[in-house]
């Protein structure tokens, strides 16, 4: 099992930043990827960020350039540093984790969720 706990979240202004945490406990030695996730209302769950193991990263085009992601496996931690927010950046942005990727074994966690709002 693992347990992922998000932090981060709040209300800033268009064109400010917000760096969000994502810390990992339980058997995070499996974890391969990570990934941060958003659902703004009305809309569906989007991958915004992913970064493998071996610190791989993709990230959704419409945040490419402002957005970053990393993960310090020593913390057991995945961060997302949002900047030059935008309103269509608002939504509640999830933590996810994979383990036993690409088998029949694989599992995905996620967190509570964080509320991000970008508001003037």
């Known amino acids: 099992q693992v347990q992922l706990v998000e932090s981060g979240g709040g209300l800033v202004q268009p064109g400010g930043s917000l760096r969000l945490s994502c810390a990992a406990s339980?058997?995070?030695?499996?974890?391969?990827?990570m990934a941060w996730f958003r659902q703004a209302p009305g809309k569906q769950r989007e991958l915004v960020a992913g970064?493998?193991?071996?610190?791989?990263?993709n990230y959704v085009d419409s945040v490419k350039g402002r957005f970053t992601i990393s993960r310090d496996n020593a913390k057991n931690t995945v961060y997302l540093q949002m900047n030059s927010l935008k309103p269509e950046d608002t939504a509640v942005y999830y933590c996810?984790?994979?383990?036993?990727?690409?088998?029949?074994?694989?599992?995905?966690?996620w967190g509570q969720g964080t509320q991000v709002t970008v508001a003037a």
């Open positions: 339980g058997n995070s030695r499996t974890i391969d990827t």
């Open positions: 970064i493998t193991s071996g610190d791989k990263t």
């Open positions: 996810n984790a994979v383990t036993d990727s690409g088998t029949m074994l694989r599992r995905d966690y």
